[in-house]
């Protein structure tokens, strides 16, 4: 898979065929592998992946990071390849990125799929995801949990494998987890912007596992009904992760969405 890096020293993946790229953004303390199940999927399509700054191969070195900083990355990395239009897939808060973008760069998009994110938070889902930004700024271990929130307990059991890879990805050094804890703070502390939202006009698929505990069923569904171009999917038995524990399903909806 040819890899590299924009001007401004952005690490992407690019498989080129010669169609409107399928362009694949991560969630907080994650890198672009998470989306190698989508990846294998779409071979015959042009597809990108890349590293959020301060994430996997792409440095950040300011002291705090906003949501425009990580559109601003895209852009950057679309001119550097000379595309101007994509197919944007985004996973909780990349999935948050995705809605910036399309709030800002709406004439760069085809589509937009917005897979387990998060919106209009309640008072207590808010307390819940500052609590678990606290615990990683105590540089508590924060994998067993996150990966008991992101898959299931049988999946796991089957996938060993899975395990140890996201228990690597997300035990940092401390320059690393310097890092993530910007973007997680940016994360938990997000406020949706509703009304730049209801003017997004692309054409949008939010989906979200049926058992993802913090990014509900009921968050998409509201937030499918203030799109006003958009549909809802729900994935049976998926939990947050479910773009790798129910690929297959995940991968056809995308595929018959983009193709439709």
Not at 52 to 74: A, V, Y
Not at 113 to 123: E, Q, V
Not at 228 to 251: Q, Y
């Amino acid at each position: 898979m040819p890899e590299g890096f924009d001007l401004n020293q952005n690490y992407y993946i690019f498989n080129n065929n010669n169609t409107t790229p399928l362009v694949f953004i991560h969630g907080v303390g994650l890198d672009h592998r998470m989306w190698q199940p989508q990846i294998n999927y779409f071979n015959k399509y042009s597809t990108i992946a890349y590293d959020l700054l301060g994430h996997g191969k792409t440095i950040f070195d300011n002291e705090t990071i906003t949501i425009d900083d990580f559109s601003n990355q895209l852009i950057s990395i679309l001119n550097f390849l000379k595309i101007d239009k994509i197919n944007l897939i985004g996973f909780s808060l990349g999935a948050l990125i995705a809605l910036n973008f399309a709030s800002k760069f709406q004439n760069n998009l085809s589509t937009l799929t917005l897979i387990g994110t998060t919106y209009k938070r309640s008072h207590s889902e808010r307390v819940k995801v500052l609590d678990r930004y606290n615990q990683a700024k105590l540089n508590k271990s924060i994998s067993k949990i996150a990966l008991e929130r992101w898959f299931s307990d049988e999946y796991l059991k089957l996938n060993p494998q899975i395990y140890d890879q996201f228990v690597k990805i997300l035990n940092k050094n401390p320059k690393d987890h310097s890092n993530f804890l910007k973007s997680y703070h940016l994360f938990a502390n997000h406020e949706d912007d509703i009304e730049l939202i209801k003017k997004i006009k692309t054409k949008t698929l939010i989906m979200t596992g049926s058992n993802d505990p913090g990014s509900t069923v009921a968050m998409s569904k509201t937030l499918s009904k203030d799109m006003i171009n958009s549909n809802f999917v729900e994935i049976n038995k998926g939990k947050h992760l479910c773009s790798i524990e129910c690929a297959d399903d995940v991968n056809i909806k995308i595929k018959n969405f983009i193709d439709g």
